[in-house]
């Protein structure tokens, strides 16, 4: 009898709070299209690469905030001055402006190719200097793929999402190699990153978003050793910390190496199936 007085509690609980959740998913939808808006303006007229991130930046704080879900960082120390592949948990498609907003104007974020065919989201993340790689077709993979580790070889710093893709339920998948062979062979160190509160805030379920505190933490750094096996122990390090941090359930374990994928040149099958997404 308890039990189903506090069903019956629950349920009347969340009607009464129904309202106030549909008023206030008719405010972020609204606040989230002005300062979209607002962002892809800035980013088509303003010159300068840095200057329009830098701006996208306070853009990105300025929603989350007008939205009620203020951000709260730590080990922001743990962020290189120099170069560095930051790799994250992916929960929610808050994930990418959470990491805009507390992120210098020196990071790219790697996205599938697919964002860059929606209209003006596609334009905007242009302007922005995302990378697109494309995941399906192989040879067109390989150049993406190739163009990132470029960028990286030229010193730029760059965010992934290991897992890909996120799921309804908490935890954290299997982590794709693409971001750690990048990063071995940039030579750069790799921050893992915790981010809590996306999932609550905008769910993957499709639930109406809510106003929730969000959470980043950013892990000890870790530097790429020497060796064959090195892109495969980074990502096998950074997943354990990572794993540790979040405190959500282990949804799967890397890929077992094959006897050559430490040695191969770097491939879309490796590189592109790393790819997060800040739209997806």
Sequence with gaps: MPQNRSNHSFSYRALVLLPLRIAFSLYFAVIFLLFGCIALLAALILPGLERRRAVTRRLARALLTGAGMPLSVRGLQHVPRGQCVIVANHASYLDGPVFTAILPARFAF?????????PLVGTFLRRIGAHFVERFDRRRGGM????????????????????GTF???????????????????????????????????????????RPVRIDIEFLAPIDPPTGPRAALMVRDQARAAILAALGEPDLGQPDEPGPQSHVAPIAPADLVQGVGDLTE
């Design 110 to 118: 790697v996205i599938k190719r697919e964002a860059a065919n929606i």
């Design 144 to 163: 993406d793929a190739l163009r990132v580790l470029r960028s990286a070889a030229q010193g730029h710093s760059l965010v992934f999402f290991p897992e």
């Design 167 to 209: 799921t309804p339920t908490p935890g954290l998948l299997r982590f794709h190699s693409g971001a750690f062979t990048t990063a071995v062979r940039a030579g750069c160190p790799v921050v893992p990153a915790v981010v809590r509160g996306t999932r609550q805030a905008l769910s993957p379920q499709g639930a109406l978003p």
